[in-house]
């Protein structure tokens, strides 16, 4: 190929339809424009309107028309009522600079059946700068523009979908939430209530042997009152932590017991335990604190009590393991009564798993309580 | 001797206001009203000259104890507690109460927290430990139990 015929491009398309030009028929680019699956036409802005003066075939399997329908015309009638105008002025825009421009565009098939058009026209100047052609090249890209539409459409339809269910599932909670406040605020209330009843009967009452069971069955009430405080104070309510708790029961019934030469020795770890285990918990350790407290020690010769009392919790391979221990006066003289308390003891000990055991500390009392804990997370609990 | 306290009680449980009455009679202090609603609280905080008002924080009016503890705050003149199953609705600020007794409170719980209330009123900072139950406010517990 000579340098010369690549150097004047515009003669390449005088071998036109329009033109018939016959020395063309060779030429390899014009063979090739003819017979590319993409469709391409070539429009001649010197003549009036800018008509069509070549179109190749893929065009007009594309568009439906026949040469002689299109050849002559102005490539608007393409356009049809769906067509977006925003679009054919930036065409028109293009065409009046002389520019490149690469637009979508809805386009009308002779048979009024729409195909979306990615259309690329550019100007085709001589030598001196003028513009002697337009071309444009036609790819059909309905089938892409389908499924942006239909993922557009699934994206909206899954977002609003999502946003409903988690407006159902946040309006759930807040319900579940508000009932759970509610429920919890009664359940208080109603512990509060019953220890008041008691106090308040127990104040109606002389004979020091039932004043002494109501005192009792406050101090059993007040454990699982102070169960139930610790327990939504924490924001997982299905955990317990039995170390705070610990600390709590110990000091309130010390400072009730209104003896303060006996002194706490705590040695807590951070345990949690199920929410159901609480309750159970709670209540041996009040019996075993309380039962220390009353029959451990001895008052000396000036009218007050000293002593110690310990509690330890720990937690060993997977089990929990507390430990009460006095350093009183030892079992011999500390089993005698409370028969009541010791069968609470052994049956939530039943209810726990838990093995329990008496041993003597010389001086005082040690008990053992051990149960299984399946293995909790150590959460921050607030 | 520490002066006693002169106390307000608003609650709208009669039991449970009853009980509080005798609580704090036992403990040496008085008792000078007790409302149930948040328009009690307001005009018989006016009437007495209560030294602190024990606020529920649900009373026969809704949940109006936290408005009953602003206005009481604004007055100046008695210092408020709040005493509530429900902790969680107290706003951060407490509303300028010195802090919350959380029900269930057992009775050595409550003695403990007029004691060491009585010494925080009279006298602050209290010396004696705080009471399990009872909780600081965060501008009280500066003042009161700064951290070492």
Known sequence: ??????????????????????????????????????????TDPRRPDNPIVFANDAFLRLTGYERHEVLGKNCRFLQGPKTDKVAV??????????????????????????????????????????????????????????????????????????????????????AQTTLLHEVD???????????????????????????????????????????????????????????????????????????SGIKPKLELDPIVISAEKATPVALMVNELVTNALKHAFKEGPDGTTAGRIGIKMSQPDGHFKIEVSDDGVGMAEANGDASFGMRLIKSLARQLHADIEWRDAGPGTKVVISMPNEPQQKRTLS | MTEPLKVLIVEDEALLAMELESLVEEAGHSVVGWATSSAEARS???????????????????????????????????????????????PDHFAGAIGVIAKPYTMNGLTSALRYLQ??????????????????????????????
């Open chain 1, 1 to 42: 190929m000579d340098w010369k015929r690549t150097r004047e491009p515009a003669d390449a398309w005088h071998m036109t339809d329009d033109l018939h030009v016959e020395h063309g028929k060779g030429d390899p680019f014009a063979a090739a424009i003819r017979a590319t699956r993409m469709s391409m036409v070539i």
């Open chain 1, 89 to 174: 002025a930036q065409i028109r825009t293009a065409i009046e600079d002389n520019a490149d421009v690469s637009v979508d565009i809805l386009n009308y098939r002779k048979d009024g059946s729409t195909f979306w058009n990615a259309l690329y026209i550019s100007p085709v100047s001589n030598d001196k700068g003028e513009v002697q052609f337009f071309f444009a090249s036609q790819l059909d890209v309905s089938d892409r523009k389908r499924s942006e539409h239909r993922i557009t459409a699934d994206k909206d339809r899954f977002e609003k979908a999502v946003k409903e269910r988690t407006a159902e599932l946040e309006a759930a909670l807040e």
């Open chain 1, 185 to 259: 605020h009664r359940v208080k209330n109603n512990l509060q209530m019953i220890s008041s009843l008691t106090i308040m009967q127990r104040r109606t009452i002389k004979d020091e042997a039932t004043r002494h069971s109501l005192a009792t069955m406050l101090e059993r009430i007040e454990a699982l009152s102070t169960v139930h405080r610790r327990l939504y104070q924490s924001k997982d309510v299905s955990r317990f932590d039995v170390s705070d708790f610990a600390k709590d029961l110990v000091t309130d019934l010390l400072t009730a017991s209104g003896r």
């Open chain 2, 44 to 90: 018989m905080i006016e009437s007495t000259d209560a030294d602190i008002a024990f606020v529920d924080i649900h009373l026969t009016d809704g949940p109006t104890g936290v408005d009953v503890a602003h206005y009481i705050g604004e007055k100046k003149r008695s210092m408020v507690v709040f005493m509530t199953a429900n902790p969680k609705r107290i």
């Open chain 2, 119 to 148: 010494e925080g009123v009279r006298r602050p900072p209290p010396v004696s430990a705080r009471p399990a139950g009872f909780t600081l406010s965060p501008a009280f517990e500066a003042v009161w139990a700064p951290a070492a």
